[in-house]
């Protein structure tokens, strides 16, 4: 067993000179485990997080959400990748997201021999096989051009792979309570979480898709697929040209979300952007539509999430709802999880505040808005349609349309 220390007052100099730090950890040959423990004093504006490196590539991130972790090669704490300790200069990675004016005195140590306890997976275990399947509400049957058909998703949350508080199978229980077809798992700066998706999936009867939300304090972005992980610590740019590459699909995430609002200039906008988000509370501003219509319509399929975390997020899962024009074909799981992602490349997405909401959806060569009575349809050259029935059926036109109330709150878009 060896142990490695760093002791050091870290400055606002420090986080000038950049965010990210690496600390340097020998791993030698054979090396049956890894354990870290970071120590930050109680100190007003010290938010510090933390995250590993191996010789052969990134194992994982907590943020801020762990001050410990373990990795051996047949398990890790949630959050990392098991798998061989392969030998050579490993890292432990501090973020200085908030570092307080006078500074703050860190202790990092790691430890490599044999992990008796791996923090946070008994716990994960445990709290996986106590959540039970719960029933999934009548479906909702929407009309679909030929050949598809619309199913319900909802693009962001978290479990205790990040900084949720419960494990993912309680993610795929509220999911599937909440009638959707498909969720995406979507932790901060790891993967580690993408193995468990297709079994889970299976068990709840809820197609699980493998994400990673790419964070930095300057702005998120969700990549969906199954494409390995995406350095948040490379710039914004590349983030776009690797998803792509890969054959996954990014998103900027809640642009106007506080803190967590989007500032990193791109040359090349994602295909996608989630324009809806848990955060619009007040359904008559009209910040997001907004924002979206700077960005660029055309080019950018419209998606939502809830960004759920615990049981006091804002809204549960499926709040908002994204229904994505899948092929009809798809069954079962791990069969929508891939028509879902060919869906949102197709930009096949209509957006509603829940399953039972009111909901404007595309249809061949129409557009159909359902249980919307006395509300209004604003195409994109601003020509308004009044809805008067249940299921109002008009000429489509391309590009996005919005569905709203008489007095202007917002209740759909269709893309």
């Not at 996608?272 to 700077?294: K, N, R, Y």
């Not at 960004?307 to 074909?329: L, M």
Request: charged content about 15%; some cysteine; aromatic content about 6%.
């Amino acid at each position: 067993m060896a142990v490695t220390s760093y002791r050091r007052r870290w400055t606002l100099d420090d986080r000038a000179e950049s965010v990210w730090h690496s600390l340097p950890v020998d791993v030698p040959p054979d090396c049956p485990g890894l354990l870290v423990t970071l120590t930050v004093p109680p100190v007003p504006g010290a938010v510090i997080d933390i995250g590993c490196e191996g010789a052969a590539g990134w194992r994982g991130w907590s943020g801020g959400a762990r001050q410990t972790f373990a990795i051996t090669p047949t398990a890790a704490t949630p959050g990392y990748l098991a798998g061989e300790l392969e030998p050579g200069t490993w890292w432990v990675v501090l973020g200085l997201h908030r570092v307080p004016v006078e500074g703050v005195e860190l202790l990092v140590e790691a430890v490599t021999g044999p992990v008796d306890n791996i923090p946070g997976l008994t716990e994960y275990a445990d709290a996986s096989a106590a959540i039970a399947v719960p029933p999934r509400p009548p479906r909702r049957s929407l009309p679909a051009s030929s050949g598809l058909k619309w199913i319900a998703g909802d693009f962001h949350a978290h479990s205790l792979h990040s900084d949720g508080s419960t494990p993912i199978a309680n993610l795929a229980a509220l999911g599937l309570s909440a009638g959707l077809d498909v969720l995406a798992v979507t932790e901060h700066n790891t993967v580690a979480h993408h193995a468990e998706l297709p079994s889970l999936g299976n068990r709840f009867g809820i197609g699980l898709v493998p994400g990673q939300e790419v964070t930095t304090d300057t702005g998120h972005a969700n990549a969906f697929g199954e494409i390995g992980v995406i350095d948040f610590r490379q710039p914004a740019a590349t983030w776009v040209t690797e998803v792509a590459r890969r054959g996954g699909l990014l998103s900027i995430n809640h642009p106007l979300g506080g803190d967590c609002s989007w500032r990193q200039p791109l040359p090349e906008h994602p295909p996608l952007a989630e324009i809806w988000h848990s955060s619009w509370l007040d359904h008559a501003w009209g910040g997001p539509i907004a924002w979206w219509q700077a960005w660029g319509l055309e080019g950018t399929t419209p998606i939502g999430g809830s960004d759920w975390h615990n049981p006091t997020s804002i809204t549960p899962p499926g709040t908002p709802t994204t229904w994505v024009a899948v092929d009809a074909a798809a069954e079962g799981p791990n069969e929508l999880v891939a028509a879902v992602l060919a869906g949102l490349s197709a930009c096949r997405t209509a957006l509603s505040w829940s399953y039972t909401a009111p909901v404007l959806v595309r249809a061949d060569d129409e557009l159909i808005a359902l249980d919307a009575a006395n509300t209004l349809v604003i195409s994109p050259d601003g020509t308004r349609h009044a809805v008067r029935s249940s299921a109002e059926r008009i000429p489509a036109t391309p590009g996005p349309h919005l569905l709203v109330t008489h007095t202007g709150q917002f209740l759909s878009t269709c893309a």
